[in-house]
C-alpha cells in the first residue's frame, strides 16, 4: 500500500510539471526544463535518481590518495597567473558547483545543479535559470542570482577562455527571486543556451569582502587563502608546494542529487606532490600515496605491471573502453614564428613523423594512428567532400587549399627504408619550394641562417617521443633539440605562446559550438592563456566556426565540422601523433569500482568507493 501511494504522489507529480510546461507554452512562455540534450533524447526525466552506473547505496569513508606534479602556489584557477592546487579547475574543480552539469553517460547532454530548471525560447536569443532553493555555500548562505551575476561578469572580465566562450553573452539579470537570466546579442546559437549552465558559481559575498589581511580580495590576482566554495568537498589543510587535503562536506546541499548520489564518496582526498611522473609511479607501486593509476605509457602497461604488489593481487588493472570522441594529440606548431608561417615548411615536416616504426619499436602496437581533429565518429571527415559538405567548401574555393576538393588528406606511412627516402625528397621538395637549401650538411633559410627546432617539454618521458622524430630531421640538416622545464616555467611559456613545438591534447565534444573559437579563431591568438596553440588566423577558418555556432539542424553541423576538420588538416597547423581507443587504469584494490562504467567517458572516478576494512588492512 505504500508503494502504491508513492508510485500514485510520483504520477500526480509528473502530471502536473507536464500540465504546467503546457500551460506556459500556450501562455507563450517557454517551458522550464529539468535537463537538455544538444541532439537525441535525454536520457534521464525530471524524477532522475542517479546515474545508472552508480551505486546509490555506496558507503562514505576513508581516503582516497593521489600525486600530484608542479606543485601550486595559488587557490585561484581563473587567472592566468599562478599554479593552482589540484582539485581546482577554471571549469571550478570539486569546490564551485556550476549552474548545471554535463552529463556522464550521454554526449552533449546536462542537468541541473545549482540551478534546478532552465528555459529559452526558439530562436535561442535569452536563456532563463531557475536556482534550486537548497543550493548553498559551505558558510550556509544561500546561492543567489546576485552571485550568478557577478560570477559571470568577473570570468569574462579576468579569464580569455570565458571571454571568448561566452563573448555572445551581452547582459546578465536577476530576473526573479531565484531566478538569472542571460540575453545573448545573437539568434540561432542553439548551445549557448545550453552552455551557460557549465558556469561555475562563485560567491559574491565572500570574493567582495576583506581577507585576512583586512584588504579587499581581488579575483583577477593568485589568491593564497582558502576560498569559500559549494561543492562536494572543502580544503581542510595545505602544505603550499607540498600537499593539501580535502574533505568531504557532510551536509553537502546537493548531495541527493541525480548527478551527485552515489558520487563523492571519499572522506577525504590527500594530494601529495612529485618532481614528475616517473617519482609518482613509484609512489603508487608502493602504495599509501596514490591509489589510483592513469596509465599514459605503453610500454609501463605492456611491461612494468610486475612489481610485488601487483603480483600478490592487491593491485589491479583493466582497460575501460570508450565510444566517446577520441582525444587528439598532437605535436603543434607555434606559426606566430616565422620559421613556421610558409604552410608548405609544416608539411615538409609532417612528412618526416615516422609513427609506425615509433608505435612498433616504442609503443608495442598499442596505439591509433590520429588522423583528424575531431576523431572519431560522424565528425571527422574522410575520402574526399561530397554531399553538403563539398557544397560549403565550394563557397570558399580560391580561399582554401585546392587540394582539400580532389585529394584525400593523408598522412605519411612509413614502412621500410624506401619509404624513408621517398618522404625525406618530398619534403626537401617542399623546402626548396619554401627557399630553402642544403649546404655543408645544414638546412639554411634565403639568408643562410640554419633551421633549427626547439621542442619544449616538461618530463624526462618526453625524450621517447621526441628525440626518435629529431633524429629523423638530421637527414635534412635540421637541428631540432627539446628543452625540458619544470612545471611552473612549462605553463609560463606555453601561456605566452614561448615555444617552437609542444605536444597539446585536445578533448573535442560531439557536438562542436562555442569551445571552437578558443582552439582556431584569430580572436584568441595573442591573449594569454588561450588554447589556440597553433596561432592559427584565418578568416576563412574564423567564418567556419561562427557557422558551425549558429548551425540549423545536426545534419549542417556534422557538414561544417567535417569542412572545418579537412581545412585543419590541409593547414598543417600540427603533426597528429596517436590515441588509444581504452583508458587504462590501475588501482589499489581498497577502491571498490562500480562495474558496466558508462561507455561516453570511460571510468567515472567519482563513482568509487573505499571499502575501509581493507583501508586499515594495508594501514597495519
Not at 39 to 58: Q, R, S
Not at 67 to 81: C, E, H, L
Not at 345 to 368: G, I, K, Q, S
Not at 491 to 505: E, G, L, P, Q
Request: aromatic share 12%; net charge negative; charged share 30%.
Amino acid at each position: 500500500m505504500k508503494r502504491t501511494g508513492k508510485l500514485l504522489t510520483a504520477c500526480f507529480a509528473a502530471l502536473a510539471m507536464v500540465t504546467l510546461a503546457l500551460a506556459q507554452e500556450s501562455n507563450g512562455d517557454p517551458a522550464w526544463k529539468h535537463g537538455d540534450t544538444l541532439f537525441g533524447e535525454l536520457k534521464y526525466g525530471p524524477d532522475f535518481a542517479h546515474y545508472d552506473h552508480v551505486n546509490p547505496d555506496a558507503p562514505k569513508g576513508g581516503r582516497f590518495n593521489q600525486t600530484s606534479t608542479g606543485g601550486f602556489d595559488s587557490f585561484n584557477p581563473f587567472v592566468v597567473r599562478g599554479r593552482a592546487a589540484p582539485g581546482l579547475s577554471y571549469t571550478g574543480g570539486i569546490l564551485w558547483d556550476s549552474l548545471f552539469e554535463q552529463s556522464i553517460d550521454q554526449p552533449s547532454a546536462s542537468y541541473g545543479l545549482v540551478a534546478e530548471a532552465f528555459r529559452f525560447p526558439a530562436d535561442y536569443s535569452w536563456a532563463a535559470y531557475r536556482l534550486n532553493p537548497k543550493a548553498r555555500w559551505h558558510d550556509g548562505e544561500p546561492i543567489t542570482p546576485e552571485d550568478v551575476v557577478w560570477s559571470l561578469e568577473k570570468l569574462k572580465e579576468i579569464q580569455p577562455l570565458y571571454a571568448n566562450y561566452y563573448r555572445n553573452v551581452v547582459s546578465a539579470e536577476k530576473t526573479g527571486e531565484r531566478e538569472v537570466t542571460f540575453r545573448f546579442d545573437i539568434t540561432g546559437n542553439r548551445e549557448l543556451p545550453h552552455i551557460m549552465g557549465d558556469l561555475p558559481v562563485l560567491p559574491r559575498h565572500w570574493w567582495t569582502a576583506n581577507g585576512p589581511d583586512g584588504k579587499p580580495r581581488d579575483i583577477s590576482q593568485p589568491l593564497n587563502e582558502i576560498p569559500l566554495g559549494s561543492g562536494p568537498y572543502r580544503i581542510s589543510e595545505m602544505k603550499v608546494g607540498e600537499s593539501i587535503t580535502w574533505e568531504r562536506v557532510s551536509d553537502y546541499w546537493a548531495a541527493d542529487l541525480g548527478v551527485r548520489k552515489g558520487r563523492f564518496n571519499f572522506d577525504e582526498i590527500l594530494y601529495v606532490d612529485f618532481a614528475d611522473q616517473t617519482a609518482a609511479w613509484e609512489a603508487f607501486k608502493k602504495g599509501g600515496i596514490e591509489d589510483l593509476w592513469m596509465e599514459n605509457r605503453s610500454q609501463r602497461w605492456a611491461e612494468d605491471y610486475i612489481f610485488p604488489a601487483f603480483k600478490k593481487g592487491d593491485v589491479l588493472r583493466k582497460a575501460f573502453p570508450t565510444e566517446g570522441p577520441e582525444t587528439h594529440q598532437a605535436l603543434y606548431f607555434n606559426t606566430r614564428r616565422d620559421k613556421f608561417a610558409d604552410k608548405r615548411v609544416r608539411e615538409a615536416l609532417t612528412l618526416l613523423y615516422d609513427f609506425e616504426t615509433m608505435n612498433r619499436t616504442l609503443f608495442f602496437d598499442l596505439y591509433t594512428r590520429t588522423d583528424s581533429y575531431f576523431e572519431g565518429g560522424e565528425l571527422q571527415s574522410e575520402g574526399v567532400p561530397e554531399g553538403r559538405e563539398l557544397e560549403i567548401l565550394e563557397e570558399y574555393r580560391g580561399r582554401i587549399e585546392e587540394r582539400i576538393f580532389s585529394e584525400p588528406f593523408t598522412l605519411p606511412v612509413i614502412k621500410s627504408a624506401s619509404d624513408t627516402r621517398k618522404m625525406q625528397r618530398a619534403a626537401l621538395k617542399l623546402f626548396r619550394e619554401a627557399g630553402y637549401n642544403i649546404s655543408n650538411g645544414k638546412l639554411l633559410d634565403k639568408d643562410g641562417n640554419p633551421f633549427t627546432i626547439e621542442f619544449l617539454g616538461r618530463s624526462p618521458v618526453d625524450e621517447r617521443i621526441v628525440l626518435p622524430y629529431v633524429e629523423k630531421l638530421r637527414p635534412l640538416g635540421i637541428e631540432g633539440s627539446l628543452r625540458i622545464v619544470d612545471a611552473a616555467q612549462y605553463k609560463n611559456r606555453i601561456d605566452h605562446y614561448d615555444f617552437d613545438m609542444a605536444t597539446n591534447v585536445t578533448v573535442q565534444s560531439l557536438s562542436p559550438g562555442n569551445e571552437q573559437r578558443e582552439y582556431w579563431t584569430s580572436g584568441i591568438v595573442d591573449k594569454p592563456g588561450g588554447r589556440n596553440l597553433a596561432g592559427i588566423a584565418d578568416p576563412v577558418i574564423d567564418e567556419m566556426v561562427e557557422r558551425i555556432i549558429v548551425a540549423r539542424d545536426r545534419e549542417e553541423l556534422v557538414a561544417l565540422t567535417k569542412a572545418l576538420d579537412r581545412i585543419l588538416k590541409f593547414g598543417f597547423y600540427s603533426i597528429p601523433q596517436w590515441h588509444n581507443p581504452d583508458q587504462w587504469y590501475a588501482w589499489w584494490r581498497k577502491l571498490q569500482i562500480p562495474e558496466n562504467q558508462p561507455l561516453y567517458t570511460g571510468l567515472d572516478s567519482w563513482s568509487i568507493w573505499i571499502d575501509t576494512a581493507i583501508e586499515q588492512e594495508f594501514e597495519k
